[in-house]
């Protein structure tokens, strides 16, 4: 009895002074940057997808039950990303402190306003998101409003990191302002120039920095391209001169070479999450290799 | 044996629940402290947070926005009032419940007559030439409030004849965040038995189930009203502990206490095999009346692209042959699942996954004495013995079965690849068989109340046969599919058959989210 008092007093200090580091999941690897950033050595963070994996179509592994049961919190999207294999894993993970409503519970989107929230909801148009596009997170904007709701989250989650969460968040965001001016600057002489993208996931990068996102290779998201439409697809490109395809590293580059050899046009290997193209394994540094490879080929043209 | 078995088995589940009980009320007392200096230490904090947080929140999130075109507020999107034009949204994130619907269907043929039952085991298998329903399925899940989670699925269905019937297929609670990493669900529910037998149908690889599922788990699957108890043990790979405790009775529970299957022509409208007495038709009397279906699982990721699952499984309970509680039924079964997928894949293609199981039955049947009242198997006084009795090799005297226990086994392998987005090609290997009971080799005849008689011979449900079957399948989304399958089957005693079916699939609402 006295030795099992003993245990419970050490378990005990040891729970409150040694501060041990919140165990973080993150679905994405985008967010998971962001997280980085955020907590610092306050955190550990596992992130369930790969860089160079198709967010919407992950494998609910048994593995990540076993990383969700022992998480603190769990970063999520929080438009419907990860419907497909999230869901089975909570079930399965069975931890109070993740379920929906408990600060454990943190959505990379609270704050961002959502772009293409669909007025009327019909699978007629395809696999859409009926909480808005998903893909936000490739805007520096956003995040930065990430940013600052990650660290109120890490704040809630534990108070005496709290100052340092802000501090973090600050120094990012404050990175960010700095390399948006550059970006927007580098970009700025191509305004309303048309890129054409495999799947419609680029919206929010697209709208940052003014150029015109609106020719997509699938005919409607989630559907694979069909030689009828990429036939369009060219003809389309042609007429609206339309030179740069942009293509994630989980989608048919083939297709894409195909349609940019009728259309004399550049293909351009591009990655909404870090670590997903060579080189680029930090957000800033993501979206550096996004703005000087898309300047480099509109400048071509 | 019987009754080592059944002590062992409460011994195990007692052990599991004292050792899980203790150590829930030591953490208990850890988490109550530890979470009472937390609530203090962040009531003083938010006091002084009340204080700086009006400057630290605006500092960052009106930080300058070098843009100027973005909105940077934290406000989240704006919700938009419903209009009466405005479609009900029936899906996630707008309802209390999600509300999916799949409905499936099946064109095609068979060489042989016996289709529904003969060939085809599975009550959602396709049963006739021509057009089959194999299942309109309703699912409805949600949260239940926040300790529970709650899903149903009815099936719509119309047999052979035409017959419309509904089955309750699933229906039950689970918790979400019991202590201990226990999880309990309770309700209508299928067994954890293998891999196949939990899935629902439009998730299979197949037009139909595989043989051994059908035989030994049942047309509909082995599933009763019950709960499970399952255990997400703290290794650090994925490992968990499962007990289901269910009613054993039904024909929802085939080896066990089944009154014959509607849907199986193997053996339709009477026992899987062996006869009862009048007294076995009792309900739960004793918790050796119920069904207990142990598994373990557990994974590992081989690589970052290749995943492999292993499971055992055991289903043990009383079954419907001889008397009261004197005869029980155990499944033994193991199975593995193995999946590659590069970690470029998009939309999930490609892939290769490959998945097998095999099953041990022993069933043990009890002694019968056909000539129950002492007449000889005359009851209507015509001198001949009735029709529907079981008679010595002779014809003249009913039998008397000697209690016995018939073994069999059974297994399949499937191959699936998705070789391009949206098509995956399938092969599939089943193959069951049992060694030849006394009763098989008995000569006993079924007479038909006229003198005459027909030998029973081997027992159609315990043949050995085997089946190949190779399909294609495209998935134009993720909402739709059209199937084409051949089996080639071969019965023993019954020869060869050909089935080529036409499988197709819609799905109206929420999708539920793939297991692994
Ligand atoms: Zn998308």
Same mark, same amino acid.
């Given at each position: 009895?006295?030795?099992?008092?003993?245990?419970?007093?050490?378990?005990?200090?040891?729970?409150?002074?040694?501060?041990?580091?919140?165990?973080?999941?993150?679905?994405?690897?985008?967010?998971?940057?962001?997280?980085?950033?955020?907590?610092?050595?306050?955190?550990?963070?596992?992130?369930?997808?790969?860089?160079?994996e198709d967010p919407h179509f992950v494998d609910a592994k048994p593995s990540f039950i076993v990383?969700?049961?022992?998480?603190?919190?769990?970063?999520?999207?929080?438009?419907?990303?990860?419907?497909?294999?999230?869901?089975?894993?909570?079930?399965?993970?069975?931890?109070?402190?993740?379920?929906?409503?408990?600060?454990?519970?943190?959505?990379?989107?609270?704050?961002?306003?959502?772009?293409?929230?669909?007025?009327?909801?019909?699978?007629?148009?395809?696999?859409?998101?009926?909480?808005?596009?998903?893909?936000?997170?490739?805007?520096?904007?956003?995040?930065?409003?990430?940013?600052?709701?990650?660290?109120?989250?890490?704040?809630?989650?534990?108070?005496?990191?709290?100052?340092?969460?802000?501090?973090?968040?600050?120094?990012?965001?404050?990175?960010?302002?700095?390399?948006?001016?550059?970006?927007?600057?580098?970009?700025?002489?191509?305004?309303?120039?048309?890129?054409?993208?495999?799947?419609?996931?680029?919206?929010?990068?697209?709208?940052?920095?003014?150029?015109?996102?609106?020719?997509?290779?699938?005919?409607?998201?989630?559907?694979?391209?069909?030689?009828?439409?990429?036939?369009?697809?060219?003809?389309?490109?042609?007429?609206?001169?339309?030179?740069?395809?942009?293509?994630?590293?989980?989608?048919?580059?083939?297709?894409?070479?195909?349609?940019?050899?009728?259309?004399?046009?550049?293909?351009?290997?591009?990655?909404?999450?870090?670590?997903?193209?060579?080189?680029?394994?930090?957000?800033?540094?993501?979206?550096?290799?996004?703005?000087?490879?898309?300047?480099?080929?509109?400048?071509?043209? | 044996?019987?009754?080592?078995?059944? $002590?062992?088995?409460?011994? *195990?589940?007692?052990?599991?629940?004292?050792?899980?009980? *203790?150590?829930?009320?030591?953490?208990?007392?850890?988490?109550?402290?530890?979470?009472?200096?937390?609530?203090?230490?962040?009531?003083?904090?938010?006091?002084?947070?009340?204080?700086?947080?009006?400057?630290?929140?605006?500092?960052?999130?009106?930080?300058?926005?070098?843009?100027?075109?973005?909105?940077?507020?934290?406000?989240?999107?704006?919700?938009?009032?419903?209009?009466?034009?405005?479609?009900?949204?029936?899906?996630?994130?707008?309802?209390?419940?999600?509300?999916?619907?799949?409905?499936?269907?099946?064109?095609?043929?068979?060489?042989?007559?016996?289709?529904?039952?003969?060939?085809?085991?599975?009550?959602?298998?396709?049963? $006739?030439?021509?057009?089959?329903?194999?299942? *309109?399925?309703?699912?409805?899940?949600?949260?239940?409030?926040?300790?529970?989670?709650?899903?149903?699925?009815?099936?719509?269905?119309?047999?052979?004849?035409?017959?419309?019937?509904?089955?309750?297929?699933?229906?039950?609670?689970?918790?979400?965040?019991?202590?201990?990493?226990?999880?309990?669900?309770?309700?209508?529910?299928?067994?954890?038995?293998?891999?196949?037998?939990?899935?629902?149908?439009?998730?299979?690889?197949?037009?139909?189930?595989?043989?051994?599922?059908?035989?030994?788990?049942?047309?509909?699957?082995?599933?009763?009203?019950?709960?499970?108890?399952?255990?997400?043990?703290?290794?650090?790979?994925?490992?968990?502990?499962?007990?289901?405790?269910?009613?054993?009775?039904?024909?929802?529970?085939?080896?066990?206490?089944?009154?014959?299957?509607?849907?199986?022509?193997?053996?339709?409208?009477?026992?899987?095999?062996?006869?009862?007495?009048a007294e076995n038709d009792r309900g739960v009397r004793h918790v050796t009346d119920l069904l207990?279906?142990?598994?373990?699982?557990?994974?590992?990721?081989?690589?970052?692209?290749?995943?492999?699952?292993?499971?055992?499984?055991? /289903?043990?309970?009383?079954?419907?042959?001889?008397?009261?509680?004197?005869?029980?039924?155990?499944?033994?079964?193991?199975?593995?699942?193995?999946?590659?997928?590069?970690?470029?894949?998009? /939309?999930?293609?490609?892939?290769?996954?490959?998945?097998?199981?095999?099953?041990?039955?022993?069933?043990?049947?009890?002694?019968?004495?056909?000539?129950?009242?002492?007449?000889?198997?005359?009851?209507?006084?015509?001198?001949?013995?009735?029709?529907?009795?079981?008679?010595?090799?002779?014809?003249? /005297?009913?039998?008397?079965?000697?209690?016995?226990? *018939?073994?069999?086994?059974?297994?399949?392998?499937?191959?699936?690849?998705?070789?391009?987005?949206?098509?995956?090609?399938?092969?599939?290997?089943?193959?069951?068989?049992?060694?030849? /009971?006394?009763?098989?080799?008995?000569?006993?005849?079924?007479?038909?109340?006229?003198?005459?008689?027909?030998?029973?011979?081997?027992?159609?449900?315990?043949?050995?046969?085997?089946?190949?079957?190779?399909?294609?399948?495209?998935?134009?989304?993720?909402?739709?599919?059209?199937?084409?399958?051949?089996?080639?089957?071969?019965?023993?005693?019954?020869?060869?058959?050909?089935?080529?079916?036409?499988?197709?699939?819609?799905?109206?609402?929420?999708?539920?989210?793939?297991?692994?």
């Amino acid at each position: 009895m006295k030795t099992k008092f003993a245990l419970l007093l050490g378990a005990l200090l040891l729970a409150t002074t040694a501060h041990a580091r919140l165990n973080i999941v993150v679905t994405t690897p985008d967010l998971a940057s962001i997280a980085k950033e955020v907590g610092g050595d306050k955190v550990e963070i596992t992130t369930l997808a790969r860089p160079t994996e198709d967010p919407h179509f992950v494998d609910a592994k048994p593995s990540f039950i076993v990383k969700l049961n022992r998480a603190d919190a769990l970063i999520e999207g929080g438009a419907d990303l990860e419907i497909g294999w999230l869901p089975a894993l909570l079930t399965g993970a069975r931890n109070a402190k993740i379920q929906s409503g408990q600060p454990g519970r943190i959505l990379g989107n609270a704050g961002v306003v959502m772009l293409e929230v669909p007025t009327t909801l019909t699978r007629a148009e395809g696999d859409i998101h009926p909480l808005g596009n998903p893909h936000y997170v490739i805007d520096p904007v956003n995040a930065k409003i990430v940013a600052a709701h990650l660290a109120d989250a890490f704040a809630k989650l534990d108070s005496a990191g709290a100052e340092a969460y802000r501090a973090n968040a600050k120094k990012f965001t404050d990175a960010l302002d700095a390399k948006l001016a550059e970006w927007t600057a580098k970009l700025a002489p191509f305004k309303g120039a048309k890129v054409v993208s495999y799947h419609n996931s680029w919206p929010y990068f697209a709208a940052r920095y003014g150029l015109t996102m609106n020719i997509f290779l699938e005919p409607k998201p989630g559907i694979p391209p069909s030689p009828a439409h990429l036939a369009s697809v060219i003809a389309r490109m042609k007429e609206e001169n339309a030179r740069v395809i942009i293509v994630d590293p989980y989608l048919n580059r083939k297709t894409a070479q195909t349609v940019a050899r009728s259309t004399d046009a550049t293909v351009v290997d591009v990655a909404q999450m870090p670590g997903g193209v060579k080189g680029a394994d930090s957000y800033i540094a993501l979206e550096d290799y996004l703005v000087n490879s898309l300047a480099a080929a509109l400048e071509k043209k | 044996m019987n009754r080592n078995f059944w $002590q062992g088995t409460i011994m *195990v589940g007692v052990t599991v629940l004292i050792a899980s009980a *203790v150590s829930a009320q030591e953490t208990n007392e850890v988490e109550l402290l530890q979470r009472e200096l937390r609530e203090l230490r962040e009531r003083m904090q938010s006091l002084e947070q009340k204080l700086n947080s009006a400057a630290t929140n605006s500092t960052l999130l009106a930080s300058p926005d070098s843009n100027g075109s973005a909105p940077t507020s934290a406000s989240a999107t704006p919700a938009k009032g419903w209009l009466p034009s405005d479609p009900l949204r029936i899906g996630r994130g707008g309802t209390y419940a999600d509300i999916g619907f799949v409905g499936t269907f099946a064109a095609g043929g068979s060489t042989t007559k016996d289709i529904e039952g003969g060939t085809q085991l599975g009550g959602h298998d396709p049963n $006739q030439n021509g057009f089959t329903v194999q299942g *309109v399925e309703m699912n409805l899940q949600g949260a239940v409030d926040p300790y529970l989670r709650g899903n149903a699925n009815l099936l719509f269905s119309v047999d052979s004849g035409g017959e419309s019937f509904m089955e309750l297929e699933e229906a039950w609670l689970e918790t979400v965040s019991l202590p201990g990493n226990f999880q309990i669900r309770a309700g209508q529910i299928l067994s954890e038995f293998g891999r196949a037998n939990a899935q629902h149908p439009h998730t299979w690889g197949f037009v139909d189930s595989p043989l051994v599922n059908g035989r030994f788990l049942g047309a509909d699957g082995l599933r009763n009203p019950g709960a499970r108890l399952s255990w997400l043990a703290p290794t650090p790979f994925y490992s968990e502990l499962m007990l289901g405790i269910q009613n054993s009775q039904g024909e929802t529970a085939a080896s066990f206490r089944s009154d014959g299957d509607a849907h199986a022509g193997e053996g339709e409208e009477r026992l899987p095999f062996g006869y009862r007495h009048a007294e076995n038709d009792r309900g739960v009397r004793h918790v050796t009346d119920l069904l207990f279906t142990p598994r373990y699982a557990m994974s590992f990721d081989v690589t970052d692209q290749q995943t492999l699952v292993l499971g055992a499984s055991g /289903a043990f309970g009383p079954n419907a042959s001889g008397g009261s509680g004197d005869t029980v039924t155990q499944i033994y079964g193991l199975d593995l699942y193995w999946k590659w997928k590069p970690s470029n894949a998009h /939309a999930g293609f490609p892939f290769v996954s490959f998945q097998t199981e095999v099953m041990v039955r022993r069933y043990q049947l009890g002694a019968f004495d056909w000539d129950e009242n002492g007449n000889g198997g005359d009851n209507d006084g015509d001198g001949f013995v009735d029709a529907g009795i079981i008679t010595d090799a002779t014809g003249l /005297a009913p039998a008397v079965l000697a209690s016995e226990t *018939v073994t069999d086994y059974g297994g399949y392998a499937q191959l699936l690849y998705g070789f391009r987005q949206g098509w995956v090609a399938g092969l599939r290997f089943d193959y069951v068989t049992g060694e030849r /009971a006394a009763y098989e080799r008995a000569g006993l005849l079924l007479v038909d109340g006229n003198g005459g008689g027909a030998s029973l011979g081997r027992d159609p449900q315990r043949n050995e046969r085997w089946r190949l079957t190779p399909n294609l399948t495209w998935y134009p989304t993720e909402f739709s599919k059209i199937r084409l399958q051949y089996n080639y089957d071969d019965r023993r005693d019954l020869g060869r058959d050909h089935s080529v079916w036409l499988q197709f699939e819609f799905l109206l609402g929420a999708h539920a989210a793939h297991k692994f």
